[in-house]
């Protein structure tokens, strides 16, 4: 009998591969290097894994060649095809935002006002100028849209950024966020059963794989006196764990705490008398 697989399409090469791959691995999931290949299989999940461009990928689910993909949520807008957003994946972090010369003077939205405009991302430009009343007219090109203020071919860019790097070494500047972006998950708004089982059972392995890069484990000492205080600051997964040690009038606390407040709640600790803080990374986080 052939076991029922889900179809998973990743990108072949380029910015979100290897987090992909990262990402399926830190699932327990082992797959054969696609570097040269269309399609795999895990050696150990229900899972077929197809090497595609990521533009190609939302089309492919809703068409159903393939059941789930990870791809850009940039993409996805922009795609605009038939599929369900299942989940964000943390990784490809990127915004999408327009861009003129820097020597130029930007005030307001309003300087788009009857502009070119060059992208690869024409109805996600196309919306955001909508939304704020501007008429500008849309150049779509594929690819280098960085260049075109200074070929003349465009007033204004819209184009992904992420350090910045590309936008300042081409004099440009970022005036607008159009949209934030980052890997998510996709799947095809028809799967059956069976094949929702496997969604879920790899979507609990994702999950568990963020929330444990969100939180970190925190092992502290602290003065009897100063439990109450410091139990406050840290709620855990449950309340806390505290252990006598061998020296008396102490305790060890352990707990978890998320990677947002990180900070904070460090300072908080060592001015409510926490000492000897160590801090564990979470490898997985099963709740
Ligand atoms: O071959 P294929 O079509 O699959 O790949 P691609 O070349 O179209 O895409 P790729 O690999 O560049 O990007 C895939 C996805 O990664 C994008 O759809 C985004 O969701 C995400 N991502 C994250 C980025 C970036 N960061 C990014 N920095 N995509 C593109 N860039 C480019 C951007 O276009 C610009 O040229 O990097 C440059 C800007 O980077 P900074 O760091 O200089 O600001
Ligand atoms: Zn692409």
């Known amino acids: 009998m052939d076991y029922m697989k889900l179809k998973l399409a990743i990108q072949k090469s380029g910015r979100l591969h290897d987090d992909s791959i990262k990402l ?26 197809f090497f595609l461009r990521d533009d190609d990928i939302p089309q492919y689910v809703e068409d159903g060649v393939a ?3 990870f791809v850009g949520e940039n993409v996805v807008y922009e795609k605009n095809k038939k599929i ?10 990127c915004r999408l935002s327009i861009a003129i010369g820097r020597g130029q003077k930007y ?32 150049h779509e090109i594929s690819g280098s849209v960085e260049i075109a203020p200074g070929i003349g071919l465009a007033d204004a860019i819209c184009d992904i950024v992420s350090s910045g790097s590309t936008l300042f070494m081409n004099g440009l500047k970022e005036v607008e966020t159009v949209m934030k972006s980052q890997a998510i998950l996709i799947r095809n708004p028809a799967l059956k059963e069976d094949e929702l089982k496997i969604l879920h059972k ?34 855990g997964m449950k309340s806390p764990t505290i252990l006598p040690l061998a020296e ?20 908080s600790l060592k001015a409510n008398g926490a000492q000897g803080i160590l801090i564990v990374p979470i490898e997985k986080m099963i709740i």
């Open 24 to 49: 399926l691995k830190e699932c327990g999931i082992d797959i054969s290097n696609g570097a040269n290949k269309l399609r795999t299989e895990a050696t150990n999940f229900p899972l077929e894994v």
């Open 67 to 69: 059941d789930i993909g």
């Open 84 to 93: 369900e957003i299942v989940d964000k994946l943390g990784y490809g972090r």
């Open 107 to 138: 005030e307001s939205v309003q300087y788009l006002q009857n502009r070119k405009i060059a992208t690869s991302y024409p109805l996600l430009v196309k919306e955001f100028l909508k939304k704020n009343n501007i008429n500008a007219e849309i």
């Open 202 to 235: 790899l979507l609990f392995r994702i999950q568990s794989v963020k929330k444990a890069k969100n939180n970190k484990y925190v092992l502290l000492n602290a003065p009897n006196d100063k439990l109450d205080a410091i139990v406050k600051i840290l709620p």
């Open 248 to 267: 008396s009038g102490w305790s060890s606390v352990h707990s978890v705490i998320s990677e947002n407040d990180f900070w904070n709640v460090i300072e």
